[in-house]
């Protein structure tokens, strides 16, 4: 269970991110 947890985490943070940042950012994901 705690894969879950940390791939909800990591794509808060991605979303955090990408929000932040230009759209040049996509290309990471």
Not at 13 to 19: F, T
Request: charge should be positive.
């Amino acid at each position: 269970m705690c894969h879950i947890a940390i791939e909800k985490l990591l794509k808060a943070i991605v979303a955090e991110v990408v929000e932040k940042s230009p759209p040049k950012t996509h290309n990471l994901l």
